[in-house]
Structures are given as C-alpha cells and as structure tokens.
C-alpha cells in the first residue's frame, strides 16, 4: 500500500474556494480503481492548513491518479491559492496490512 501525507498552506481569502476544488477532487479519487482513501482535513487551529491523506494499493494506482483529469483539474486549479508549494511526505503501512480493513 503507498500512503501519503499532503501537508497544503492556502492563502487566507482561498479557503473557501480551496475546499470546494478539494472536495470536488475528492469525489472522483475515491471511485478511482486502487484507491483505499482520500481524506481531506483542515486544521483545527490555523483553517489555512490541510492535509490530503491518500492511499492506494499500489505504486500504479497512485501514480494513474496523478494523470487523472480531475487530479490535474485540481492541481491547476488551486496552484494560485497556496501560500506555498504544497508537500507530499510518503508513509509505510505498518497496520493495517489487509487492504479489507482500510474502507
């Protein structure tokens, strides 16, 4: 399984819009073949910040997600509305290893 941690700083005046673009992205992700989850969380102190936790079967399955046109809808979408890059930290599974376990 490839699990990834997408840490987002959007600019103030953008969260609004920034949540719809995500959650719209969202919607299509988790009907993607090979996908475990896509949650999108803000946090609860700075409403600026978010983090995109995804996960996928295989290295394929997360790779074709970036290629999808939603994805890429997405990335275009809300470039502009990031204070700065955003960053994917990469994690191991450790549990659960059944894939069963994780819907």
């Given at each position: 399984?490839?699990?990834?941690?997408?840490?987002?700083?959007?600019?103030?005046?953008?969260?609004?819009?920034?949540?719809?673009?995500?959650?719209?992205?969202?919607?299509?992700?988790?009907?993607?073949?090979?996908?475990?989850?896509?949650?999108?969380?803000?946090?609860?102190?700075?409403?600026?910040r978010f983090m995109l936790y995804e996960a996928y079967e295989t290295e394929e399955?997360?790779?074709?997600?970036?290629?999808?046109?939603?994805?890429?809808?997405?990335?275009?979408?809300?470039?502009?509305?990031?204070?700065?890059?955003?960053?994917?930290?990469?994690?191991?599974?450790?549990?659960?290893?059944?894939?069963?376990?994780?819907?």
């Amino acid at each position: 399984m490839i699990v990834t941690a997408v840490m987002i700083q959007v600019k103030p005046d953008s969260i609004t819009k920034f949540i719809e673009a995500t959650v719209k992205n969202h919607e299509a992700s988790v009907r993607e073949r090979g996908n475990l989850r896509f949650d999108v969380l803000q946090d609860a102190d700075d409403p600026s910040r978010f983090m995109l936790y995804e996960a996928y079967e295989t290295e394929e399955a997360a790779a074709a997600h970036k290629k999808t046109p939603h994805y890429l809808e997405w990335k275009k979408t809300v470039e502009d509305w990031m204070q700065k890059p955003r960053e994917g930290i990469p994690y191991t599974v450790v549990k659960p290893l059944d894939k069963n376990k994780w819907r």
